[in-house]
């Protein structure tokens, strides 16, 4: 709720990525070349043909969201400062990447290095929604 309320106070003139609500969303097949959940193409994980797969199958989920998923959902639900390196490597999952880099670098007072401020700006990132307003924005909030 904070980070809608930021985003409607904000005012963005450019769309989110997510529907209405929505602030953080991804699933297996938006990995691309980097494979988080899967090793396999789309992100899936094979069906078990027998007990000892079907083990060793919920074992590699299950490690997988708790090791990865849980805790990048619960650095943006707790809106922890960590949040930030994972919205720079995984722009796509969140509605507006940069208004929550935004809000939690104004929400803990920190600074962001060059490389990351280089990446939070990079057209193949794709971080930035508009990036006149997103500059002024960012030149506003952090001179208060």
Known sequence: PELI??????????????????????NT????????????????????RNEEERKKACEWIYTKVKDIYLPRAMNLIELKPEAVKDIILFPNYYAYPFLIILYLIKKHNMSL?????????????????????????????LSE
């Open 29 to 48: 097949s938006m990995e691309g070349s980097f494979k988080s959940f899967a090793p396999n193409f789309g992100g899936t994980v094979d069906l078990p």
């Open 113 to 141: 290095s060059d490389k990351d401020m280089e990446s939070v700006f990079s057209k193949r990132k794709r971080i930035i929604g508009k990036k006149s307003f997103d500059k002024q924005l960012l030149e506003k909030y």
């Open 5 to 26: 309320d930021f985003f409607n106070k904000v005012n963005p003139p450019y769309r989110s990525n997510k529907p209405e609500g929505v602030v953080y969303a991804m």
